[in-house]
Every structure is written in structure tokens, then in C-alpha cells.
């Protein structure tokens, strides 16, 4: 992919981010509408700051600090950490942990031989999912439980805990997750938030994910690479022997919880650039993350279109000089024709009944 990377140029780029989002778009949630909007607030934002090209200021209303744009953490920490303290606030919980005896927690010889098949399956389905920009490990998840329950012999013993049912979709969850690191590495696009903010986190140290990263940062990837298999064994190393552990900590109330993930907030808003307007975007931003959660607007789209939205104007205005001002390009290269198709494609989907009616069983099985 990486070698395929390096024969894209602007336009083909431009096609790949809009269908990326597109697909985020189509499969996220309920309302295509209210994740369009979504997707559309957070291209604006990335607008905001310095003209790449002209260095004229675009948006700023006059105020020094967004100059350079808004930053990464304070949109993140507001948008995903503020906001669901204020939701969690509303919320009237009883704490209550179920007491009982852990055992058993390995699988027998008749598990291995049930799940065998799901695991293989999953692993398969997890992974190319994952892959695609815009899926994301959950959807793996569904489209697993769902191959699993119409091949089955005894689909009624779905939901009743068939290890078949269990294995395959917490297979695909992990196969996704780690498959999503493909079109980071290769072409520089997130296929999901986590892997947004991965890469957030990459471009504030100055490293920049696409082709040439193998060759730039080998160091970085093969340890991110390492890291997979060691994260995978540490995960058994710490979850079976320390489960009594980790109940524990849902014993910690509320009223000492919250306050610690807002100070928490407070600190990584503030420490990147020691600078108080970014704890003030912060604090904004957690307001703005709280009304959307209130009506049930998808904060994926909007974050991935923050975090595109640089690449997408680039490409598209690179594009252009190419051609001299001529659409045309995008007609012409094949690539990026057949990614601005399946995008146009899937956002009229609801003037196409085929097209909405499978949309709509998917929400279903999701559900």
C-alpha cells in the first residue's frame, strides 16, 4: 500500500478523504442528516487560522491565539471528557457492585473447538473492515455477530451466550482496531477517532504518517508494530490474574471521579502549550460536545473532518492548480473518479430505496 501511496497525487487524495468521511457518514449513525451537519461543523473549524497558501488570516475574528488554528487537545479534551462529565451529571446512579466468585476463566477444549472457526472468521472480517477508511471496529464487530448467527446450525442460541457469538465479534473488535493502522501508516488518513487522535498526537511531535514514514520513522513504526504483539500478551498477563482488581475501581464514587477527569482535561488542555485560551477552547468545546450529545448529533464525523480538513482543502486546491482550474482532473483520474462516485453514491442513498433499505437493516443489526 505504501508503494501504491507514493503514485497518489493530489486529486486522488481529495477523493480518498471524501469518501472516507462519506463512509463514516453512511454507517456511523441513525440520521445521515445530523452526521452530515456534524462532519460539515468540523471541516468549518478547520478552516480556521492562516491561508496555506496566501498566509491571510481566515476566521480568527480578530484574536491572536487562533492565528495558528485550534489545537487538537483542546477539541478532543472538551469534546470527548467535559462533555461527558456534564451528560454523566444529569444522571441520577446507584452504585452497586455484583458480588461473586471468579473462576473458570480459561477456556475448555470444547470452547477452542466451538469458537475456532468464529475466531478465524472474525479475524478475517475485523481486519479488511478496519482497513477501509471510515469502518471502524465496532461495525467488525456487528458484521461478525451476523456472519456467525445465518451460518449457524442453532442460531436461536444466540444471545443466550454462545461462545460462537462472543468470540467471533471480540475477534473482529481486535483484528479492526489493529487493521485500522493500515491506511494511517500508508496513505496518512485515520479511519476511526482513536486513530485520529494517534495521529494528532504523531503531527504534535512533528511526525507526519503517509508513504514515506517507513523511511523517515522506521524506528517509530516497528516500535508501534512491536508494541501490537507486546499489548496483546500484556493483555492477558494483567486482565485474567487482576480482574478482582479492576472491579475494585468501580467502587470509586462519582463525586471524586469527575472532578479528577476534570482536572485531568484541565492539565493535558493546558500543558501542551502552557497557554490559558486553549483551557478556555477547552471548557467551548465541552459545551458544544454537551449539546450535540443532547441532540444526538455524532461527534465521530466532526472530529475526523477537524482532523482531514487541512488534507481535503490542500488536495482539492493543489488539484486545481494542476489543472489549471479544470474539474476535469478528477474525472480523468481514475482513482479518484471511482472515490468521488461511491461518495456521491452513498449520500443520495436516501433518494435510492435499495440503497436506504439496506442502510436501514444494517441499524437494525447494529442495534
Request: glycine letters at 10%; one cysteine or more.
Amino acid at each position: 500500500m505504501a508503494k501504491v501511496a507514493r503514485e497518489f497525487g493530489a486529486p486522488e487524495y481529495f477523493g480518498l478523504v471524501c469518501l472516507g468521511l462519506t463512509l463514516l457518514i453512511y454507517l456511523g449513525g441513525s440520521s445521515i442528516l445530523k452526521s452530515l451537519i456534524s462532519a460539515v461543523v468540523g471541516l468549518s473549524l478547520s478552516f480556521i487560522g492562516q491561508d496555506i497558501f496566501t498566509g491571510e488570516d481566515r476566521f480568527t475574528l480578530g484574536i491572536m491565539e487562533l492565528k495558528d488554528g485550534i489545537g487538537l487537545v483542546p477539541i478532543f479534551m472538551g469534546f470527548f471528557g467535559v462533555s461527558e462529565v456534564l451528560i454523566n451529571l444529569e444522571k441520577t446512579v446507584t452504585q452497586e457492585v455484583y458480588k461473586t466468585k471468579i473462576q473458570d476463566l480459561l477456556p475448555t477444549l470444547k470452547d477452542w473447538k466451538d469458537s475456532i472457526g468464529a475466531i478465524l472468521r472474525g479475524t478475517l472480517i475485523g481486519f479488511f473492515l478496519g482497513v477501509i477508511p471510515g469502518g471502524s471496529a465496532m461495525i467488525a464487530s456487528f458484521a461478525s455477530y451476523a456472519v456467525e448467527k445465518k451460518i449457524s446450525k442453532h442460531p436461536e442460541r444466540f444471545g443466550t451466550g454462545a461462545i460462537e457469538g462472543v468470540a467471533g465479534p471480540e475477534t473482529a473488535n481486535n483484528a479492526g482496531a489493529q487493521g485500522a493502522f493500515i491506511p494511517l501508516f500508508a496513505l496518512g488518513i485515520p479511519s476511526n477517532v482513536t486513530i485520529a487522535l494517534l495521529l494528532g498526537a504523531l503531527m504534535l511531535h512533528g511526525i507526519r504518517p503517509g508513504p514515506l514514514m517507513m523511511e523517515q520513522h522506521s524506528n517509530i513504526f516497528w516500535g508501534i508494530v512491536t508494541s501490537m504483539y507486546i499489548g496483546n500478551a500484556m493483555l492477558l498477563v494483567f486482565n485474567l490474574p487482576l480482574i478482582g482488581l479492576w472491579v475494585q475501581i468501580l467502587r470509586v464514587p462519582y463525586k471524586i471521579l469527575f472532578p479528577l477527569i476534570l482536572l485531568f482535561c484541565l492539565i493535558g488542555a493546558y500543558s501542551v502549550d502552557y497557554s490559558v485560551f486553549d483551557v478556555v477552547m477547552m471548557i467551548i468545546f465541552g459545551m458544544i460536545g454537551y449539546v450535540f450529545r443532547k441532540l444526538e448529533f455524532e461527534g465521530a464525523p466532526m472530529v475526523l473532518a477537524f482532523i482531514l480538513g487541512a488534507m481535503l482543502e490542500n488536495a482539492f486546491r493543489q488539484s486545481l492548480i494542476i489543472s489549471q482550474g479544470s474539474f476535469s482532473i478528477f474525472i480523468y483520474r481514475p482513482i479518484a473518479a471511482g472515490c468521488l462516485i461511491v461518495t456521491a453514491t452513498l449520500l443520495l442513498s436516501n433518494f435510492f430505496p435499495f440503497l436506504k433499505k439496506k442502510r436501514d437493516i444494517l441499524e437494525k443489526e447494529a442495534v
